[in-house]
């Protein structure tokens, strides 16, 4: 299964609201996680089954979608939101794919 | 605490093999799946391997399938990754990573990485 992201980089502010959507490429119902990586860390899961929130993450954070399309909303950019973030499929325990990233920069 | 270690990584000529550790502790080591997750420098992730709890279900990714192959040691609380035919395209940092039981899939368990560098 494999999983493209859009767009590969994204410019945007504080207080913006961004989308980053990713596509599979044959329906995985709702077995998408997404991870936050920043520079040099371990990444961190911010969302799984496509729409619930890890522990601990803040709410602006949401995921939508199943089947083969899937999103990541960040409703109010914060300073610490800008890294990179990474779609995962997991459809089929123990066969896993990554998106190729989408990173999220200051404007 | 719980802590992943990697170990065995370093310079390696195309062609060659390495065989990679991982050492578990501060939870029940033989109740995970334990993954196997590459970056290349400056490069996005790659999930690589895991294996089930018993050692007796190994998944891989197709770019490795044939060359690598993942074991646990559930005694020595220890994944591996032994790596064959190396190709410069193998270079990256090796995590291992635990599999979370409510998640179905890796969590933010992971260990630092460790460099393995495929160059003659």
């Known amino acids: 299964i494999q999983m493209t992201q859009s767009p590969s980089t994204l410019s945007a502010s504080v207080g913006d609201r961004v989308t980053i959507t990713c596509r599979s490429s044959?329906?995985?119902?709702?077995?998408v996680a997404w991870f936050q990586q920043k520079q040099g860390k371990a990444p961190k899961i911010l969302i799984h089954?496509?729409?619930v929130l890890e522990d601990g993450v803040p709410p602006r954070f949401s995921g939508t979608g199943s089947g083969t399309e899937f999103t990541l909303t960040i409703s109010s950019l914060q300073p610490d939101d800008f890294a990179t973030y990474y779609c995962?499929?997991?459809?089929?325990?123990?066969?896993?794919?990554f998106g190729p990233g989408t990173r999220l920069d200051i404007k | 605490e719980i802590r992943l270690v990697e170990s065995g990584g370093g310079l390696v000529q195309p062609g060659g093999s390495v065989r990679l550790s991982c050492e578990a502790s501060?939870?029940?080591?033989?109740?995970?799946?334990i993954s196997w997750v590459r970056q290349a420098p400056g490069k996005g992730l790659e999930w690589v391997a895991n294996?089930?709890?018993?050692?007796?279900?190994?998944y891989y990714a197709d770019s490795v399938r044939g060359r690598f192959t993942i074991s646990r040691d559930n005694a020595k609380n220890s994944v591996y990754l032994q790596m064959n035919g190396l190709r410069s395209d193998d270079t990256a940092v090796y995590h291992c990573?635990?599999?979370?039981?409510?998640?179905?899939?890796?969590?933010?368990?992971w260990g630092p990485g460790t460099l393995v560098a495929v160059s003659s």
């Open positions: 044959q329906n995985i119902d709702v077995w």
């Open positions: 089954r496509a729409s």
């Open positions: 990573a635990r599999d979370e039981l409510s998640l179905a899939t890796i969590g933010n368990n």
């Open positions: 995962q499929q997991y459809h089929g325990h123990g066969r896993m794919t």
């Open positions: 294996i089930n709890q018993g050692g007796t279900d190994t």
């Open positions: 501060g939870f029940t080591f033989s109740n995970y799946y």
